[in-house]
């Protein structure tokens, strides 16, 4: 039997964070969804010009490799990530595969943009997960600056909000939260705080 949790919300949220701790809570698989459109962006960019064209390609034949590759946490990686999921090919492309993932036996947490909406309309369990655009850029600077000691958080912040613009104003499946989904915002709350009302809301539809 399958059961799907949809995570979705902007960058930095704690979305992974909680899509993560809830996997191995109840032993489902999980698929950060952002991380195929991060290779899809970087293995575009490798081309030389991000196009529909070299975009569309890149997303059919996504390989296992393409996805292990270290370069993919990158705020670079993330801009390609965010102009080539505009790109109504691009999803496409990539969409099947995730359903598939999605109704695996024994359950599946999907993170993303567009779960709830468009790739899992029928999950049991959608989550908004958002917070303020400050502690989003702190969190995500913490990451980010032990690779590069320079970044700002006000560099960060900048680049989360173009991306997320991005994201919510594009046509095709813009980030947005489900009519049917528990919405959560994490500014205030602590990793375990968050993960146990996930936990407790996935009981509850079990
Ligand atoms: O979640 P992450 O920040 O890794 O996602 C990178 C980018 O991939 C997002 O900014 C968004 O443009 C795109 N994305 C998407 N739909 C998803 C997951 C990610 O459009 N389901």
Not at 48 to 57: I, K, L, N
Not at 80 to 99: G, T
Not at 173 to 195: C, G, R, W, Y
Request: aromatic content about 4%; some cysteine; hydrophobic content about 50%.
């Amino acid at each position: 039997m399958s059961f799907t949790v949809a995570i979705d919300g902007p960058a930095a949220a704690g979305k992974g964070t909680i899509a993560r701790a809830v996997a191995a809570h109840f032993g489902f698989a999980h698929l950060d969804t952002g991380l195929l459109y991060r290779a899809t962006g970087a293995k575009a960019l490798d081309t030389g010009a991000v196009d529909a064209t070299s975009a569309e390609q890149a997303a059919r034949a996504l390989s296992e490799e393409d996805l292990a590759r270290d370069d993919l946490r990158t705020g670079d990686a993330g801009q390609a990530a965010s102009v080539v999921a505009a790109i109504p090919a691009v999803r496409a492309a990539l969409l099947d595969w995730q359903r598939a993932f999605a109704r695996r036996a024994g359950g599946a947490v999907l993170d993303g943009r567009d779960i709830g909406t468009v790739v899992c309309p029928e999950a049991e369990v959608k989550l908004y997960v958002t917070a303020s655009d400050d502690e989003r850029a702190k969190r995500r600077h913490a990451e980010l600056v032990k690779a590069r000691a320079e970044l700002t958080v006000a560099e960060v912040l900048s680049d989360l909000q173009a991306r997320d613009r991005r994201d919510a104003s594009r046509d095709t499946a813009p980030m947005k939260p489900a009519a049917d989904a528990h919405l959560f915002d994490t500014t205030t709350l602590s990793i375990e705080a968050a993960v146990a009302r996930a936990i407790a809301l996935i009981e509850q539809a079990r």
